[in-house]
């Protein structure tokens, strides 16, 4: 069974870090392209970071609003992806997702973790 894991959220205060992890069961993860989405309050799902196969260099993409901060990685003798967030604002807010993507960055999401709060506060 494929299934998709992600962890490492909780509460942190503005300035704060954390780092999410993204396992998987059934299948490998240094074959995807995978990506980290978030979800806020209110607000549609969107890209956050993503990561090429490792076949294709894992090369690395950020949106806008996280550059500089977030850092995307892989662990393939973990079989794991994580998201290294720092410097962290409210707005971060959001429950994180990781997805695959089959056609690598850029491309639509396929298989879905359950996602992990990540809140922001003082």
């Known amino acids: 069974q494929v299934q998709l894991v992600e962890s490492g959220g909780g509460l942190v205060q503005p300035g704060g870090s954390l780092r999410l992890s993204c396992t998987a069961s059934?299948?490998?993860?240094?074959?995807?392209?995978i990506g980290w989405f978030r979800q806020a309050p209110g607000k549609e799902r969107e890209g956050v970071s993503c990561i090429n196969r490792s076949s294709e260099g894992s090369t690395t993409r950020y949106a806008d609003s996280v550059k500089g901060r977030f850092t995307i990685s892989r662990d393939n003798a973990k079989n794991a992806v994580y998201l290294e967030m720092n410097n962290l604002e409210p707005e971060d807010t959001a429950v994180y997702y990781c997805a695959t993507l089959p056609g690598g960055c850029g491309s639509g999401a396929w298989d879905w973790g359950q996602g992990t709060q990540v809140t922001v506060s003082s």
């Open positions: 059934g299948f490998t993860l240094s074959y995807y392209a």
